[in-house]
């Protein structure tokens, strides 16, 4: 594994995309590039996003709801 200083921030299809020096695309969470614990592959630059990367991006999601709680919306302000 690379460290993170040799993740650059790619555009691919106009998405935003960590890359290592080997072309693995990682997805994007953050400015602050993954860790090796953190990195969630998603495609390699010279084919592109893998036909199944929204299935790699599962367990983050869920997790991500699960920590959401309810919280009061702004008051109106007309």
């Known amino acids: 594994m690379p460290p993170s200083s040799q993740y650059q921030r790619v555009l691919i299809k106009n ?16 400015s602050t590039p993954p860790t090796e614990e953190s ?11 893998n036909t199944d990367w929204s299935h790699h ?7 991500y ?5 309810p919280r009061a919306r702004a008051p109106s302000k007309n």
Request: hydrophobic share 35%; glycine share 8%.
């Open 15 to 30: 998405v935003p995309s960590w890359k290592d020096i080997h072309g693995n695309l990682y997805y994007y969470e953050s």
């Open 65 to 69: 709801r699960v920590s959401q709680k």
């Open 57 to 63: 991006l599962d367990p983050t999601l869920k997790a």
């Open 39 to 49: 990195r969630i592959l998603i495609g390699i630059e010279a084919t592109g996003f």
